[in-house]
Nanobody, 127 residues
Framework: QVQLVESGGGSVQAGGSLRLSCAAS????????MGWFRQALGKEREGVAV????????YYATSVKGRFTISQDTAKNTVYLQMDSLKPEDTAMYYC????????????????????WGQGTQVTVSS
């Protein structure tokens, strides 16, 4: 049974940092896309950052590029999201997601293509 467990959320002031972790278990394939998505109150879920676990290729939403960094520890089967220079608009529930790596034309940020999801961790940024 595949499980994705997020941790590391919390409350910070604008300009602060947080690091989210996503520990995966029961997921044997080494060629996956692991992503972070977020959903703010009243808004649709949006992709934040994705990493291809095979070669470590990363993708970022324009709104977080230069501030967030996604990385992986393959030995621990864990993906991280380092979030710096946080803004109030980053406030949301953050979810970890996973899918087998798809063809080149498949959008990294299409949430409907991800098979597995974590329970989410709340990030709140105050001004």
């Amino acid at each position: 049974q595949v499980q994705l467990v997020e941790s590391g959320g919390g409350s910070v002031q604008a300009g602060g940092s947080l690091r989210l972790s996503c520990a995966a278990s029961g997921y044997s394939s080494s060629n996956n896309d692991m992503g972070w998505f977020r959903q703010a109150l009243g808004k649709e879920r949006e992709g934040v950052a994705v990493i291809g676990t095979s070669v470590g290729t990363t993708y970022y939403a324009t709104s977080v590029k230069g501030r967030f960094t996604i990385s992986q520890d393959t030995a621990k089967n864990t993906v991280y999201l380092q979030m710096d220079s946080l803004k109030p608009e980053d406030t949301a529930m953050y979810y970890c997601a996973a899918r087998p790596a798809g063809p080149w034309w498949l959008s990294e940020f299409d949430a409907s293509t991800y098979n597995y999801w974590g329970q989410g961790t709340q990030v709140t940024v105050s001004s």
